[in-house]
């Protein structure tokens, strides 16, 4: 089977466990894809946010059933726990519709925001806007890569698959980086 054929074939599911578990790097490739017609970019954005808005809630579950007595036996959550709850602190709201754009607290603000005690309705609703609102971020931002590959190219179809390996090389450096900041001590 062709890329493009398993692409086709599992690339939505492939989509809901990458948002699921983070998936900022496959949902614009996604969106690369979906303007290249491999995929239909209503159901990219429709798998981005179920993906990330389930994993989401687990996650918000997991701490409010687990709380504080998990970060203990994890030590290394702390430090980027910490500063989600003095976010959170700050301003819940904000936080819960935004915390997806901050890399370095995005996967344990969930877990953060069900230990500290916030109504799960609440969240419930919050979550499901603010996985949306990412959903289209990233999924157009890969659209509109895509966009500006072809308006720059005369065939792009000539040079995709080279694009395509651009995209994800700059997208593996961008993320490497962070996560090297990120744990160098470095606070954001």
Same mark, same amino acid.
């Given at each position: ?40 970019? *209503? ?14 809630? *687990?996650?918000? &579950?997991?701490?409010? !059933? ?33 915390? /997806?754009? %901050?890399?370095?607290?995005?996967? +344990?603000? =969930? &877990?953060? +925001? ?5 109504? =799960?309705? /609440?969240? !419930?609703?919050?979550?499901? %806007?603010?996985?949306? +609102?990412?959903?289209?971020? !990233? ?21 995709? @698959? ?6 994800? +090389? *700059? ?8 996560? /090297?900041?990120? @744990?160098?001590?470095?606070? /954001?």
């Amino acid at each position: 089977m062709t890329l493009e054929g398993l692409i086709v074939q599992y690339g939505y599911l492939a989509l809901f466990i990458g948002t699921y578990l983070e998936g900022e790097t496959i949902l614009i490739i996604a969106g690369y894809l979906a303007q290249d017609g491999m995929l239909d970019l *209503t159901l990219v954005i429709l798998a981005a946010w179920l993906g990330s808005f389930a994993g989401d809630q *687990t996650f918000f &579950f997991i701490g409010h !059933f687990k709380g504080v007595r998990f970060l203990d036996r994890h030590p290394g959550m702390k430090n980027n726990a910490a500063k989600a709850f003095r976010l959170l602190h700050r301003n819940q709201i904000a936080v819960i519709l935004g915390f /997806r754009f %901050l890399y370095g607290i995005r996967n +344990v603000t =969930p &877990f953060i +925001v069900g230990s500290s005690g916030f109504n =799960p309705i /609440r969240f !419930f609703f919050l979550n499901c %806007l603010g996985a949306l +609102v990412w959903a289209i971020t !990233f999924a157009s931002l890969g659209y509109n890569l895509g966009n500006v590959a072809e308006n720059i190219l005369d065939d792009v179809e000539e040079y995709e @698959k080279t694009i395509l390996a651009i995209i994800c +090389v *700059t997208a593996l450096i961008w993320f490497l980086w962070l996560n /090297r900041k990120g @744990k160098g001590g470095a606070s /954001r």
